[in-house]
């Protein structure tokens, strides 16, 4: 996985007998009023209210929506919204406030709580926590929802974004594959993943000389 060394408003909660409540929210302010118009799903990342201004951030293929609180996205939203997990998938209607290089602040018109978008929620789940290369132990990835950070030897080396697909470019259809979102220049590093579960992580970089690389637990 080290890509350094392998290159009016309603709230309504709608009961689903022994599964998650489904949540449901629409805001009551029309579609556009505050930018253009967005649809997407996307995966909780997180939410942090002890901030000046709260906000939650959300994950999409590689992409940041950024909800602040009040500003113009309703603060019930982001308090409903901090009910619920890391990575939990949401579909979201809302209007563009801003634009940044790979992020967005949003103001939320509607949203959902739909478990079953993400088919990849079981390897996502695996992925989380800390990881160590198995021949450079020194050489470490932590996953936190869907950002990763790596450090070297104790020194931080870059964090990124990560996206699991069925298959990329360079996997010629083979996979599944993650996909490592770390800038908006650059086509983003796509890693075939050979084996995983909560212990072990075997890669390959997509296009790559075929090489494996294997990550354990610390």
């Given amino acids: 996985m080290t890509l ?21 929210i629409e805001t009551g302010v ?16 997180e939410c942090i209210f002890e901030e000046e201004v709260p906000y939650c951030s959300l994950t999409s293929r590689g992409f940041t929506y950024f909800l ?28 563009i406030v801003g634009m940044g290089d790979m992020s967005a602040e949003i103001a939320v018109t509607a949203l959902r709580h739909e478990p079953e978008l993400d088919r990849f929620s ?19 990835t932590y996953v936190m929802g869907t950002v990763v950070e790596e450090s070297l030897n ?5 964090e990124y974004v990560m996206q699991l697909a069925d298959s990329c470019d360079a996997s010629g259809g083979r996979g599944p594959v ?3 979102h770390i800038d908006p220049w650059n086509e983003p590093p796509c890693l075939l993943i050979h ?8 890669v390959e970089l997509a296009g790559g000389d075929g090489a494996l690389y ?5």
Avoid: C, H
């Fill in 4 to 24: 350094r060394t392998v290159v009016a408003a309603s709230v309504i909660v709608l009961s689903t007998g022994l599964a998650s409540a489904q949540m449901m």
């Fill in 30 to 45: 029309a579609p556009g009023t505050y930018g253009e118009e967005l649809e997407d799903w996307a995966l909780l990342q």
């Fill in 68 to 95: 602040n609180w009040e500003n113009p996205t309703p603060g019930y939203v982001l308090d409903a919204l901090g009910t619920l997990n890391v990575n939990d998938p949401i579909w979201l209607q809302a209007d």
């Fill in 122 to 140: 079981e390897d996502r789940g695996f992925l989380q926590g800390a990881w160590v290369r198995s021949d450079n132990p020194g050489d470490r």
């Fill in 154 to 158: 104790g020194e931080f080396s870059m």
């Fill in 178 to 180: 993650l996909i490592a």
């Fill in 195 to 202: 084996a995983l579960d909560s212990e072990v992580l075997i």
């Fill in 214 to 218: 294997k990550y354990v637990r610390p």
